[in-house]
């Protein structure tokens, strides 16, 4: 069974870029999340979708960051314009969605953005 | 507002344990561990709900103390693959979806 399936998983662009980091949840799950981890933040969610709807989007940054779910299997995370302090690895989490003793959460492999 | 993790970092030899704490200044209603090994993305451990109950997990288990609103996560007779940073992931809504994670402990197991 596939696992959370992110591209691309290295990203390399220049300040002033739009850059769109795609995820595939595992089949069957309703929650979507996308995180960002970096050394000083730490692992921050950004925000997350329930039955393809946005649920809690209170971690974007700030307009720049837009999340999209169009349909159960694929979401985007886009960043426009990308600037130096987006850098970070962009993690997708699925889970079930249903009661918490079975809303694990399985990480992607994440994409690991750097913006020059 | 995101947990606290103690210690921030520990090295272990092989064979030793080792007690990693989360602590919240809200009530919590689950806390969920996961570990991350370097350049990897988390996998997760274990879910503890408030209640006060502990968990088991091969030889790493947990416990939660709704009172101090905290949870420990206890590794025994550590291995070398028990390597990587872990991270305390607490849900304050109930609902299970949103949680904070903490600032993660490293943890370096040795020969």
């Known amino acids: 069974d596939a696992g959370v399936i992110q591209s691309p998983r290295h990203e390399v662009t220049e300040m002033g870029q739009e850059v769109t980091l795609r995820c595939k949840p595992i089949s069957g799950h309703n929650s979507l999340f996308w995180y960002r981890q970096t050394m000083m933040r730490g692992l921050e969610l950004l925000i997350y979708f329930n039955n393809n709807v946005p649920i809690d989007d209170s971690g974007m940054p700030e307009d720049r960051f837009s999340a999209k779910m169009p349909n159960a299997s694929f979401s985007t995370l886009k960043i426009q314009p990308s600037e130096p302090r987006d850098s970070a690895v962009y993690f997708c989490?699925?889970?079930?969605?249903?009661?918490?003793?079975?809303?694990?959460?399985?990480f992607g492999p994440g994409t690991r953005l750097t913006v020059l | 507002q995101q947990p606290v993790q103690s210690p921030q970092a520990v090295i272990l030899r092989e064979g030793e344990d080792a007690v990693i704490n989360c602590s919240s200044s809200?009530?919590?209603?689950?806390v969920h561990w996961y570990r991350q090994k370097h350049g990897e993305a988390p996998v997760f451990l274990m879910i503890l709900l408030k209640g006060g109950e502990q968990k088991g997990h091969e030889k790493i288990s947990a416990s939660f103390n709704e009172k101090k609103q905290q949870s420990s996560l206890y590794l025994t007779a550590s291995q070398l693959s028990y390597s990587g940073t872990y991270f305390c992931g607490t849900d304050y809504t109930g609902g299970g979806n949103k949680l904070t994670f903490g600032t993660g402990t490293q943890l370096k197991v040795e020969l």
């Open positions: 809200k009530a919590l209603y689950s």
């Open positions: 989490a699925s889970s079930r969605g249903g009661t918490v003793n079975t809303d694990t959460q399985y």
